[in-house]
């Protein structure tokens, strides 16, 4: 064998070595990524079903929120917010026929409760609430709107209904008193309206009852008496803004917050009635002339006016009847000799102002009070009728003046003359 053998031989081996480790390492290249692509293909499989569940999920989640939009009781009670979110998830699932089926439902039902068309709408869900929410408030405005109304309706009928009642009810019972009392109401001429009238119905029971001639006599009186003054005010007589505006023309003082007092309008019908009776010649009875009842009516009156303006001004001022009584003599001399004083007019307007008094009535009170030159603790101790109120000068007293001057006069010359 030569040299040269031996070498091949050597590079015949090696060469073979070497290709079989490229050959073993090529199949673990091989391996490897082959088990890489297994790796990948198993990663990408998850991957896909994992998105497959989620997109299933997502689906049947769209497919039963949209499932109400078909039913009209969700409608009846679906807010704004809810509308708008179905709406968000039909339009996102347009491509799947049930979301279009919804999208199309909400499309008809929200164009006919709320006048709005989704096709402008686009993908604007927060516009579509804010319209469904504008006018479902309106809406639910005029539903309440017609709802009291309807009650207003109701409230009516009924308080109608009832009024009719009672008008029968107030017939028949005319009716029945006018038979018990037909002798002198055809005595004197009296229609059956007339008994509505409460002052007639006891004057012509009184003549019903009466036992004694003279009994009989004071009835009949007061009956004419009843008549002339319907015919003069009719059946219900003069009302509280005819007296109001008589008697505030003619006696200083009185202004429209003394009307609420019953007392005070009882004194003022009293006084106007009393005048009209003078005027068509009524001379009154033994116990009591006409100048007596309208002075009797006059003093009531005037009495009513101090009181009541001494209990406002006391009120607004905070001198109370209690704090007066427990101040003493000296305390009170001390307050008579402040009032009429611009501090004390100031102090008066500020609190009538605070007591919630308008602009005339302070004015009139202001104007009351500054024609006082005394307090009304004076007023009261220097006279007990009202015919002398007049010397404290005093805003009653004015008044008192002031009608003296004028009706109670007249009284007496109506009562002399006729």
Known sequence: MSEADGID?????????????????AETLA??????????????SQIA??????????????????????????????????????????????????ALEASEKIRQEVLTRYGIDTHDVGADTAYLESGIETIATEKARQEELARSQEQTRKAAAEHEKAMQLLAAARAEELRSQAGKLAPEMERHQVP??????????????????????????AADAEVKIRMFLIGKDGIHGPDIDQLRKETTANVNGADDSHFTDPAFVKAAKEMHETKLLAEGGFKGSRSASMEQRYERAEKELFARLEGIGREIENRVTGNDSNRLQDQGLKAETASAAGYGSTEHHKKFAESLENSGANET?????????????????????????????????TGVSMGAERAKSSPARQIATYGRGK
Request: aromatic share 4%; proline share 4%; glycine share 4%.
């Open 9 to 25: 031989d050597v590079l015949d081996n090696g060469m073979r070595q070497s290709l079989l480790l490229a050959s073993r390492i």
């Open 31 to 44: 391996r490897r990524r082959q088990e890489a692509r297994r790796q990948q293909e198993h990663l990408d």
């Open 361 to 393: 009535q302070i004015r009139g009170r202001l104007a009351a009070a500054r024609g006082e030159g005394t307090h009304p603790s004076a007023a009261v101790t220097m006279g007990s009728g009202a015919a002398k109120a007049k010397k404290t000068r």
């Open 49 to 98: 079903h994992e998105a497959q569940t989620r997109l299933a999920a997502e689906r049947s989640a769209a497919h039963a929120a949209l499932a109400a939009v078909h039913k009209d009781q969700w409608w009846d009670k679906a807010q704004p917010a809810d509308i708008a979110t179905a709406y968000a998830v039909a339009e996102g699932w347009k491509d799947h026929p049930t």
């Open 192 to 217: 059956v309206e007339y008994l509505a009238s409460p002052e007639l119905a006891q004057a012509l029971q009184r003549a019903h009852n009466a036992k004694t001639p003279k009994a009989a006599a």
